[in-house]
């Protein structure tokens, strides 16, 4: 990069891709390595066969970009969506958009795992897609774009002829029988979920893209489209073969994933779970509460002052220093976590709802800890939450 160049990368404002003014200046394929303050994340976007190891570990969303070579000429199969704007609190106008979402904390380890289920999201339950190993095999010979400005990984792969080719005809037709999608869907818990308004899907042609878009896209794929090494490969001038070559299967998940279709905008985060006083979680962290790290097995309460007793009995809560911030909550979670056990079927669902009681407000937290009766109506709610967002079954 040129010292230039670098500088307006490093200035670059925080923030999702798809805010307002949001271009990024274009970036070849392959950067030098350019992390940020601190070092760990890249600062700079890029095409690689796979991640760099720090952003494969911190990304915060991810959806692929499927194509397809017609002659020496490329497509790409795309949403004709109305993209959410977090900005705004609205729907963008229609325009073409990737298929992708927020990553699910602290449960989803890999981009490839948030891209897939995010796709089978948007294509519901009716257009007989391919099962998900076969899926993670398309994927396994992918090339990978990371966005940098939205901690966004973006998967290119290439599928066979005849591979989702009548993809779009199954999805207008499964759309038709399902009659006009509503804007979003209330929870048992009265939470607003935001449905993806996607009116089509369709293969692009590379040339309706680059040098200049034929028609509407989205922020974010506009943003996309400004990387030097995504337009030299719709331009033809970038092979991926030569470019990414194989050196080596690549890892794919094992098992992660895979429970079921759902429908539904984005990631599975929850929205928010308030608490009596409006105040509350932002959404559930998977079991693991800000600040909490989880009960070490065979070490339960080790180093905790309880009263013991029979599961269920109702503690003296430990009241911690003023500037023992995380020890106070690793404290907390650990008598939550005996608490909330015998109320639930596994020690997976204890740990993730004990992570959620966590970001309740200090006095609906001490009430959880001294009235059973309070704990069991809020595990009963937690239960329901992750059951709405398909986390349980």
Not at 199 to 215: C, G, N, Q, T
């Amino acid at each position: 990069l040129k010292s230039g160049m670098a500088m307006m990368v490093m200035n670059w404002p925080p923030g999702p891709p798809w805010g307002p003014g949001a271009t990024q200046p274009g970036m070849g394929y392959r950067q030098p390595y350019a992390a940020g303050p601190g070092g760990g994340l890249s600062i700079n976007s890029y095409l690689e066969r796979s991640l760099r190891s720090a952003d494969a570990e911190s990304y915060s969303a991810a959806g692929i970009i499927p194509y397809r070579r017609q002659g020496k000429a490329v497509e790409l199969l795309l949403a004709w969506e109305r993209p959410w704007n977090t900005f705004t609190q609205a729907y963008d106008a229609v325009s073409w958009n990737v298929f992708g979402g927020k990553r699910i904390p602290r449960q989803e380890r890999q981009a490839e795992v948030t891209a897939l289920r995010c796709f089978e999201e948007c294509m519901g339950d009716d257009c007989n897609l391919p099962e998900r190993e076969a899926l993670e095999a398309m994927l396994s010979k992918s090339f990978m774009l990371w966005y940098a400005t939205g901690k966004f990984a973006i998967i290119f792969f290439e599928v066979a002829d005849g591979v989702f080719g009548d993809l779009p005809e199954a999805f207008s037709s499964a759309k038709a029988q399902a009659g006009p999608a509503e804007e979003f869907r209330l929870t048992s818990t009265g939470i607003k979920r935001y449905i993806k308004q996607i009116d089509a899907i369709e293969w692009v042609p590379a040339e309706m893209l680059v040098p200049e878009p034929k028609k509407a896209v989205s922020d974010l794929l506009g943003n996309i489209l400004q990387v030097v090494g995504v337009r030299e490969f719709l331009e033809g001038s970038l092979d991926p073969a030569a470019a990414f070559p194989e050196s080596g299967p690549k890892e794919m998940p094992k098992g992660e994933g895979k429970k079921g279709k759902g429908k539904g905008k984005g990631g599975k985060e929850g929205k928010g779970w308030k608490g009596k006083d409006g105040k509350g979680m932002k959404g559930y962290k998977d079991g693991m509460g800000k600040g909490w790290k989880g009960v070490p097995m065979g070490m339960m309460g080790k180093g905790v002052p309880m009263q013991q007793g029979m599961p269920g009995n109702m503690y003296t809560p430990w009241e911690p220093a003023a500037d023992d911030s995380e020890m106070h909550l690793q404290m907390y979670g650990e008598q939550l976590y005996v608490l909330v056990q015998p109320l639930v079927p596994n020690q997976y669902l204890a740990q993730k709802i004990t992570g959620m009681l966590l970001e309740l407000p200090q006095n609906e937290l001490m009430m959880n800890l001294t009235n059973h009766e309070e704990l069991a109506k809020r595990v009963t709610e937690a239960v329901e939450l992750l059951k709405e967002d398909g986390i349980v079954q």
